[in-house]
């Protein structure tokens, strides 16, 4: 691992911004957009860390022709890891690498290939000097649009007039739609947190399901927030993304992840309680137990690669396999290690239950004479909340050629299918990590058919079931139903047995006088 630059001259800066590159990035417009911030220059520092031995020319020329006009350089840390072609890259081993060499009381950490306004670091300054005990995320809207490759630095307002795959209102999705509270949001876009805090619960985890496309910042989100931090999402500051060839992880090598491109350990956290990571990054331990206060040239370092792990990202491709997945209208494929199954389970025995699940969707479609059927696999503004069926904008069906019908029909079941068994994994991968934090029963409160599918798996797990479910029936299976008001005199592990609308389930379940760290959701 070397520098190749390294900017003395800003000592004190008040925000770290790390980059991260696996000899990927096409483009390095974000230097640019950074160095025409509404804040001195002095004020934040940008580190630049490639993880294999590519030099950029066009970095290179940057810093030149800076030192030649007497300018601020177009960034402060350049580092090269010099990693083996043959290990494979790992975004939080860079993340950890720069958590050492940074000296500002804030980091930020977001998509190196992003677009950001000339407020962005004012933003967030402004944010940390108001909230302490934070995490605060930025979304991002992406265009669809190819017309911005080979990438011609457009302006924002330029982008937002493009056709964007996540833009409501002028506003990233995420912000607007919180029926699927991990998956609209883009938790890759940008973190920040202060540096202290990420340091205090170990850094990144550095354990092997995180290398490759299934990762990024959020899984120390996910253990701040087990620490005590309070998550926010930014509500007038995003990030934007133009289009680029391989942007949805085609052909990438990933870890577990729950389907949707969310990786599972990461997950898992919010259920279990975790605060430190599986794999801890020696150089950084070294740091949380203040045993090396020293700059980064010292041994601590040299220390920093030292990852317990390292071997492991030699890619066996033996030991993986190609497993396809639909992003958007458009099918992509992740190469997974063959003990990672996601969504592959043959559930005959549940069949049942899932006959009955495509039922109540079924039932609710035609009711309604709609069709769920758009781009996505996720549910639009226009999609009511009390849908069971989450996935695909409303749509008449009048004025439909069969042609358009038929194609229609066929994206709904596949569709149907996908979300039944997502739904039936995430009902398993639950009542999986309770049972690893020796949770011995739990309470349901939410819809009856997904009762129904942890009932099933709760048998497998050895945790016993105890049923509240506010509605008017008496009995599900041979458990009885009660009102929610007994939930308060309930001690246990509360599961939210819905996907849609979680965020008030979970707001009633509080307002009920339920602590809050009993509650769990299937996300």
Known sequence: MRFIFNNSNNIFPKVSIILVDWSCRESFHILHYLNKQTVPRDKYEIIWIEYFNKKANEIESWIEKCHFYNKPPVLDKWLIMDMPDKFYYHKHLMYNIGIMVSKGTILTICDSDAIVSPTFIETIIGFFNKNSDVVLHMDEIRSAETKFYPFNYPDIDEILRSKCSNLINGKPKGLVDRSFPFHFPNYG???????????????????????????????????????????????????????????????????????????????????????????????????????????????????????????????????????????????????????????????????????????????????????????????????????????FDSKPLKNKNIKTLFLIITKFFRHLNFNTLYTIERCRQCLKDLNSINVTEVALFGIRSINEVLIFFAMEYSIKIKVFYNTTSKKLKDFDILPLENLKDYNGKIIIASFDNTEGLTALLKGAGINPKMIVDLW
Request: charged share 25%.
């Open 189 to 391: 876009a940008c973190f920040s947190a202060c540096r202290q805090d990420i340091i205090d619960i170990g850094g990144a985890d550095e354990h092997i399901d995180y290398m490759g496309h299934i990762c990024g910042p959020y899984e120390m989100t996910f253990r701040l927030i087990n620490a005590g931090k309070k998550e926010i999402w930014h509500p007038k500051e995003w990030l934007c993304h133009t289009w680029h060839p391989g942007q949805s992880g085609d052909n990438n090598y990933a870890g577990p992840h729950d389907g949707r491109h969310m990786s599972q350990t990461a997950l898992s956290i919010r259920k279990t309680g975790r605060v430190f990571p599986l794999v801890e990054n020696p150089a950084v331990r070294k740091l949380r137990i203040k045993k090396d206060k020293k700059n980064p040239e010292s041994p601590l370092f040299s220390l920093a690669l030292s990852i317990a792990e390292q071997d492991k990202l030699r890619i066996d491709v033996k030991k993986y396999t190609g497993v396809k997945y639909w992003s958007m209208d458009k099918k992509i494929k992740m190469m997974e290690h063959k003990n990672n199954s996601h969504l592959g389970g043959k559930y005959i025995t549940i069949l049942p239950i899932i006959i009955k699940i495509y039922w109540e969707i079924l039932f609710k479609v035609f009711r309604e004479g709609i069709l769920l059927t758009q781009k996505s696999y996720f549910p639009s503004k226009n999609v009511s909340k009390g849908s069971l069926e989450k996935g």
